[in-house]
């Protein structure tokens, strides 16, 4: 079990159901939703397991994921903002709540030990706890 003492959100119980509805439709539609849920989750696990690095290569892969998050750009498909908007997450809540994290694990002065939740896809009032 994580520690979520100091996690962005606070989850609410969600019903698998109620997060797979959003999923359900045609199956090129259903592989490219998960297909942009995975590509989210891998950048906010490289943004949390290397926000602190202290090696090259643990900071570049911070930087990347931290920019891509910051990134307001909208021409490219697999953007942050093209798909927290196809995942029907707002995308200024959750890149607030990345950098509140950092933020908050920052001030602590501890290795971070928990992981952002992802909101959820039906809107930000529920959200889902992930791992």
């Not at 003492?5 to 045609?26: C, I, K, N, T, V």
């Not at 696990?45 to 690095?53: I, L, P, S, V, W």
Request: charged fraction near 25%.
């Amino acid at each position: 079990m994580t520690d979520r003492s100091f996690g962005l959100f606070e989850p609410d119980a969600l019903l698998p159901a109620q997060f797979y509805a959003a999923f359900r439709g045609g199956s090129a539609v259903r592989g490219e939703k998960r297909l942009m849920l995975a590509v989210l989750q891998d950048a906010l696990d490289c943004f949390q397991k290397y926000a602190f690095a202290k090696d090259g290569h643990g900071r570049q892969l911070f930087t990347d994921a931290n920019e891509w998050i910051a990134c307001e750009d909208r021409d490219w498909y697999f953007s942050f903002e093209n798909i927290c908007e196809t995942l029907e997450i707002n995308p200024a809540y959750l890149r607030r709540g990345v950098q509140e994290w950092r933020k908050q694990v920052g001030q602590l002065g501890r290795s971070p030990q928990t992981h952002v939740p992802l909101p959820n896809p039906a809107g930000d009032s529920h959200l889902l706890a992930c791992g």
